[in-house]
C-alpha cells in the first residue's frame, strides 16, 4: 500500500492540470460518495467539466469504484434503462446506463447478481421530493473482476481516503476545496475514519481508533451473512462471473485505472 503522503500527492492534482482535457478518477467509498452532493464547474466555458466536491476536501470528475452488484433492474420507459445496486464495505451506490451508455447497458442486462466488478462512472446529483439530494453515477465502463482486485481496491481507497481526511484536518485554509466542503457540508469527520474502519475489517486488517491516522494490519474481520456488504468470497452460482487470478481474462486494477486516466473527457 502506498504511504498517505504519495497518495494525496497523486490525487491533489492542480486545477490547471485538471482542465486540460483529461481526468484522473478518483477513488471514494460509497460513504464519502453519496454524502458528494455539490456538484459544479470552475470556469464557464462551454465543455468545462462537472465536479463533485467530496466532503474530505478533493474534487472528482469521475470515480473508479470495485465492488459488488447485488442487484440490476431495468427502470426506464420508454427505453431501456439499467439500474445496479453496487455495494462496497461502507455502504451503497447506484449506477446507471442507457441509450448513450450502449456497453455498460448491456453488461448490465446480461449480468447475473451477485457478482464483482470494476466500473468508472460521472457522478450525477438529482433533487428529491422531499427537498434532498441524492448521488448517482452514470456509467462509462464496466466489467467483472476477482476477489483479489476488489481487495486490492479496497486497501488503496482506504489509504486515498485515509491521506485526504489527513490533508482536511491539518488544514489552515490554504486548500480552496477543503475550504470549500467546510463551507458546504456540515461534516462529521469520525462517520468517514469509522468508515474506514469497516473496511479494514471487511478485509481482515485490523481497526484503529478514530483518532489514529496510521493502520495496522492484523486479525481477520467476522463476516455479518445478513449484512449489506460483500466481504470474502461469492457463492459458487457466481464465481463464473469472477475471474480467478490464473484467468487470462483476469483484471489487472492498475491496468484499469491506467485507462481511466487515459481516457478522453465525455462529448
Known sequence: ?????????????????????????????????????????????????????????????????????????????????????????????????????????????????????????????????DGGVNVSLRLETITYVDAATRNRWVAETIARTEARLDVFESDDGDNPYVVMSRERYDADLDTYHEALNDAREDIGMEAIPVSTSVPESGADADSDPDSDTTSGELDESTQEHAPTDGDEDAVDEAAIAAAVANADLEE
Request: charged share 20%; proline share 5%; glycine share 4%.
Open 1 to 129: 500500500m502506498r504511504d498517505s503522503s504519495s497518495t494525496s500527492a497523486a490525487d491533489s492534482r492542480t486545477n490547471t492540470n485538471q482542465q486540460q482535457g483529461r481526468q484522473v478518477a478518483k477513488r471514494a467509498f460509497a460513504a464519502e460518495l453519496n454524502d458528494a452532493t455539490h456538484v459544479f464547474k470552475e470556469s464557464d466555458e462551454e465543455r468545462a467539466p462537472n465536479f463533485a466536491l467530496l466532503l474530505s476536501g478533493e474534487i472528482a470528475n469521475r470515480y473508479f469504484l470495485v465492488g459488488t452488484i447485488t442487484e440490476v433492474n431495468d427502470v426506464g420507459n420508454d427505453s431501456e434503462y439499467w439500474q445496479a445496486r453496487v455495494v462496497d464495505p461502507t455502504g451503497t451506490v447506484f449506477a446507471y446506463a442507457g441509450q448513450y451508455q450502449p456497453e455498460a447497458a448491456a453488461f448490465l442486462s446480461s449480468l447475473e447478481p451477485p457478482a464483482y466488478v470494476a466500473l468508472t462512472a460521472k457522478p450525477s446529483t438529482y433533487e428529491t421530493d
